[in-house]
Nanobody, 120 residues
């Protein structure tokens, strides 16, 4: 069984910063790419940032230059540093990881989400 648990969400004023964390635990053999998605009220879930096992990153245009994704491979943890936050960044942020468990096929696992609210 593999679990992803996010933390670090909260309420912040526009222009402020937050750092999200997501820890993967369980019977893990390896983790390929790790991702942060977000879903704002009434909108579809969108990919905000991706980091590969090799450390390559990619960002949605709306967050590029403000958000930074990083990972600690030894700790099976991915981070999202969010700076210069805007009210339009308000959303539930989800962590997703492509995991190969010890005794199962590779699968994309999701966390439960953490709320980020940016006030104007």
């Amino acid at each position: 069984q593999v679990q992803l648990v996010e933390s670090g969400g909260g309420l912040v004023q526009a222009g402020g910063s937050l750092r999200l964390s997501c820890v993967a635990s369980g019977s893990i053999f390896s983790i390929a790419d790790m991702n942060w998605y977000r879903q704002a009220p009434g909108k579809q879930r969108e990919l905000a940032a991706t980091i590969t096992s090799g450390g390559s990153t990619n960002y949605a245009g709306s967050v590029k230059g403000r958000f930074t994704i990083s990972r600690d491979v030894a700790k099976n943890t991915v981070y999202l540093q969010m700076n210069s936050l805007k009210p339009e960044d308000t959303a539930v942020y989800y962590c997703a990881a492509r995991v190969r468990p010890l005794t199962a096929d590779t699968f994309v696992y999701w966390g439960q989400g953490t709320q980020v609210t940016v006030s104007s």
